[in-house]
């Protein structure tokens, strides 16, 4: 029955296609560069460095490979764009419903007493009591002469396919969002094990400068400053643990689960930072599932047009009757009981004080808004590009500068210890060369979880693995959302949370 109704709906739309009113949908144009910006300060790169299906695998981290993955499984904010998504498709059922009859089916038992003229008149004499059985099946049709129809399941399909690509964009944007968080995680790791570290170096120079104290060599001022030195630098580790915990929560929440019963072990890995290449910049039309959702909300708010167009044309409503009806139940499915009436209406509207236009006009200006909306995004998506490629671009150079510096600050700081051991200088120069080695260490690490977060943005900016011909087709949701011509209602499956 699915399947020959659903040719039936194909052939109906295929003879009255002539008659369908409103504008075909033509996708306008968007402004487009040439070439990125920013994209020419490396050299380019072939498109498949990047993995199209699991984008974050450039990050090559097993970890989060399975934190991504239960991203589809127990995210909350895309389990909603799921429903929204479904939501769309029932709306295509709906829609397309109005291309079939309307069917009723009728009973009825009536008892009833009449008043006689005698009775009206006072003589006490009673009334008639009657029975009344009737059956009755009713039908009605109004062909889509107009496409008005054709135009509202056009319509609702491109709004589906709008909704997909939402969908689309939280899971993306889910995936960015992890992605980001655990980088700056894992850099919170690295930041920890350098303050470790140099407290651990601080407290061996506490011990030797107390050991020199007591053999008369240091006086006290240096054997303050060593331990306010080491007692910051470790008051500096623990602070980092309070940016961890948050983000190790906001992973919890992005994965599904309390944070109260989530945790990452700290690593000693180091995340290097991938090469992201960009591509070209008309591709990036159909790598944004923003882009292509925009792109269809375009297409649906022209169909409308046609469905506002539609109404200034009459409706041809086509209606049948059959049933019987009887005093008696006995006599109820005799011949003479039956009865029967087929026929026809048209209706026009000729006068509406300008109501038909206005909506019209109406529907025109939220297509004129919907290029704007989509243009805008299409705007969006090119500056967020440009300024991850921009940001990668400064902070590569900021950081070959940045490892001079370090290298540069560290060999200080032997020159000027050693300069202390040989009594030249006093100890509160080893204290401030010290001090300027951790700094510019730390500036360092935050530099590359810089260069690390604005890659998994230019991913992000650049669509992921995602890509324009993944939106279903109109058959994939007329398939996903079929007509259902039981009269009974559906189902309903409890689920729980």
């Known amino acids: 029955m699915r399947g020959s109704a659903r040719k039936g709906v194909v052939a109906a739309a295929a003879l009255l296609s002539a008659c369908t009113v409103g504008p075909d949908y033509q996708r306008p144009d968007a402004p487009v560069p040439a070439q990125y910006k920013e994209a020419g300060w490396k ?5 498949d460095a990047i993995d199209r299906g699991v984008w974050w695998s450039v990050y090559q981290d097993l970890l989060l490979d399975d934190l991504e993955k239960q991203i589809d499984i127990s995210n909350q904010n895309l389990k909603a764009a799921q429903a929204a998504f479904q939501q769309a498709e029932a709306i295509v059922a709906q829609a397309r419903a109005g291309f079939f009859p309307t069917a009723s089916v009728n009973a009825s038992a009536q008892r009833s007493r009449s008043a006689t003229g005698a009775a009206v008149a006072g003589t006490g004499i009673g009334g008639v009591i009657s029975n009344q059985f009737s059956t009755s099946t009713s039908a009605s049709w109004v062909p889509d002469l107009w496409g ?7 319509s609702n ?9 939402d969908l689309a964009s939280a899971r993306l944007s889910a995936q960015g969002a992890l992605a980001s968080d655990y980088l700056q995680l894992r850099m919170a790791d690295e930041l920890k094990r350098l303050l470790d570290s140099a407290a651990k170096y601080y407290a061996e120079s506490l011990r030797i400068i107390r050991n020199q104290y007591q053999s008369g060599t240091a006086d006290q001022s240096a054997v303050s400053q060593a331990e306010a030195q080491l007692e910051s630098t470790q008051a500096q580790a623990i602070a980092v643990g309070v940016t961890r915990a948050q983000l190790e929560h906001a992973i919890a929440v992005l994965t599904g689960k309390p944070p109260g019963e989530f945790s990452i072990p700290p690593t000693d890995r180091v995340i290097a930072v991938p090469i992201i290449p960009p591509g070209l910049p008309s591709a990036l039309l159909e790598r944004r599932p923003d882009i292509a959702a925009e792109e269809r909300l375009m297409a649906s708010a022209n169909a409308q047009i046609g469905v506002a167009e539609a109404a200034f044309y009459p409706d041809i409503t086509l209606s049948a009757d059959f049933g019987v009806m009887a005093l008696k139940t006995a006599k109820l499915f005799t011949e003479q009981a039956r009865f029967w009436a087929f026929g026809s209406t048209l209706a026009e509207t000729v006068f509406d004080a300008g109501a038909r236009r206005a909506v019209v006009a109406q529907t025109v200006a939220v297509f004129d808004q919907a290029i704007a909306n989509y243009r805008q995004t299409v705007l969006t998506a090119f500056q967020q590009v440009e300024d991850q490629l921009a940001g990668l671009r400064i902070l590569a150079s900021q950081a070959e ?3 001079k510096a370090v290298t540069a600050a560290f060999e200080a700081e032997r020159i000027i210890n050693n ?3 040989a009594g030249t200088v006093a100890y509160t120069s080893v204290i401030v060369a010290q001090q300027t080695a951790l700094a510019n260490a730390e500036t360092a690490v935050n530099i590359r979880q810089g ?9 992000q900016a650049l669509g992921g693995g995602w890509d324009a011909s993944q939106l279903p087709s109109r058959e994939r949701i007329e398939e996903d959302a079929p007509l259902n011509f039981s009269p009974f209602p559906p189902a309903v499956e409890v689920r729980t949370p």
């Open 43 to 47: 050299v380019g790169e072939p498109l």
């Open 148 to 154: 008005k129809i054709r135009r509202t399941v056009e």
């Open 157 to 165: 399909v491109a709004s589906a396919q709008a909704s997909a690509g």
């Open 401 to 403: 500068v940045q490892d």
């Open 419 to 421: 300069q202390y051991l």
């Open 451 to 459: 260069r690390l977060v604005a890659s998994a943005a230019l991913i």
